[in-house]
């Protein structure tokens, strides 16, 4: 398990307790790769991305130190996306943004050039969401699961409002599909591989029915 004492060189926000992640300034992402491919990668030349299920990266909770050659590889790595779902205890929401804070001020820390990843849910969450992050610096967000549910999307328009009123990002990396109110201006979107992929393979199935079809009326 990540040990809180390899976080007594981090710097504090006082009022959430949330270790403080510094402002990124490196290179602008061109491409992104899953955390779960990157492990296996020998393309180093992209940034690592945690927007997949939870259960993909407890890894780098429970031991951080292993992982950590593996995030130094690569140009850039956004920060942990450990979720906050709506339905989960307060306390838990809480805990996902703190460790999302720890391990990206610890490898920030460690030779790892760390873009900050933005998460929230109700407005209660605010607070603590936005605590710790750095204002008018390149930052990552995501929108996995959001889609689905009207409620869903309604809440995280309301926090991405509330985010580029605290925050005012320099830029930021979006994955996923725009949503409306969005500042598409200074965002650039990579969209969901898994998605993109599955949609490419029903696009040739349908193909590869219809021509079947006109070959069976031929």
Known sequence: ????????????????????????????PSQLIRF?????????????????????????????ERYLPIMR???STIGPDFSQYVNMPSAIR???AFWNRAISAWWSQNGVSVIPNLTWSTPDSYGYSFSGMPRHSIIAIGSMGV???????????????EMLRQLKPELIIRYGEPFPCEAISCSIYFLN?????????????KASKKEYHNNQLK
Not at 4 to 21: A, N, R
Not at 37 to 46: L, Q, T
Not at 147 to 161: C, D, M, N, V
Request: hydrophobic letters at 35%; glycine letters at 4%.
């Open 193 to 205: 591989e898994q998605l993109m992929r599955g949609r490419e393979r029903s696009r040739e199935l």
């Open 73 to 75: 590889r690569f140009t």
């Open 36 to 64: 779960n491919e990157a492990m296996r990668s020998k393309c180093n030349d992209a940034t690592v991305h945690f927007y997949i299920d939870d259960t993909q990266f407890m890894c780098i909770q429970r031991a951080p």
């Open 94 to 96: 809480y805990s996902n």
């Open 147 to 161: 889609a689905k549910y009207a409620a869903s999307r309604y809440l995280w328009q309301q926090g991405y409002k």
């Open 1 to 28: 398990m990540f040990h809180l004492d390899i976080l007594k060189d981090i710097y504090v926000e006082k009022h959430y307790s949330m270790p403080i992640v510094p402002k990124y300034t490196g290179k602008v």
